[in-house]
């Protein structure tokens, strides 16, 4: 079966500190993988995605970096923390769903780690 | 840019009525628009996928209507049930990347 893995649930970290905040995905492979984050009462910002491994595509300059070290991993780092850092993280990989006469994906969600910057 | 709209405030509404949850967009014509749900706390689920050459498409409970002339997505959820209380996201395809709007609140009340 296709399951996303993503971990910690919760993290406290002080300003100025790293992050690495892991996911991986089972049951297929050479997935697209994503990274969003989502500020209290705000939207899903994407963060990055992920073709393949050692393909990274960044949409917004920001303090946080990327990497994808195997097909089914996926991590979010930061070697030093601010408060606008803090939000729910969440990692996704798309799904594809075949139509009558198209194809197109959704995207699976992982549990999140809500991320807190003091 | 493109943008995407849902309404910020939460609708609430009495158990049993259709609930009906607009997303409007602009600066773009979409292959294709979903609708997820989230709870509190955990990632977003998927609902429905409505294809731009589709008006509406059905669920259960759940309807989607996708009109591109008026660049909007309508999300109905018939019989509501407090079950049903979540947020509910559009999401837009841009390029093969998904673009979340920020959400609308439901709560249905018993």
């Known amino acids: 079966s296709q399951t996303i893995h993503q971990w910690p649930a919760t993290l406290v970290q002080p300003v100025g500190s790293p992050l690495s905040l892991e996911c991986t995905v089972e049951g297929t492979s050479n997935p697209n993988l994503y990274w969003y984050r989502q500020a209290a009462g705000r939207g899903l910002q994407l963060l990055f995605y992920?073709?393949?491994?050692?393909?990274i595509s960044s949409e917004v300059p920001q303090n946080l970096s990327a990497s994808r070290p195997q097909d089914r991993q996926f991590i979010l780092s930061s070697k030093k923390l601010l408060l606008s850092d803090s939000g729910f993280y969440l990692c996704a990989w798309s799904v594809l769903m075949f139509g009558p006469t198209t194809s197109n994906e959704k995207l699976l969600f992982g549990s999140g780690t809500q991320l807190s910057v003091l | 840019s493109q943008k995407i709209e849902q309404n910020s405030e939460a609708l609430n509404i009495q158990e049993g009525k259709t609930a009906t949850l607009t997303c409007n967009y602009t600066n773009y014509s979409p292959a294709y628009l979903q609708w997820y749900r989230q709870d509190p706390g955990r990632g977003p689920v998927f609902l429905l996928l409505i294809r731009e050459n589709e008006k509406e498409k059905r669920k259960e409970r759940l309807k989607v209507t996708f009109d591109t002339t008026l660049k909007q997505s309508l999300f109905h959820i018939t019989a509501s049930q407090p079950a049903d209380s979540a947020t509910y996201l559009c999401?837009?395809?841009?390029?093969?990347?998904?673009?979340f709007g920020q959400g609308t609140t439901l709560q249905v009340k018993p």
């Open positions: 992920s073709v393949g491994i050692g393909q």
């Open positions: 999401a837009l395809d841009m390029s093969g990347k998904l673009i």
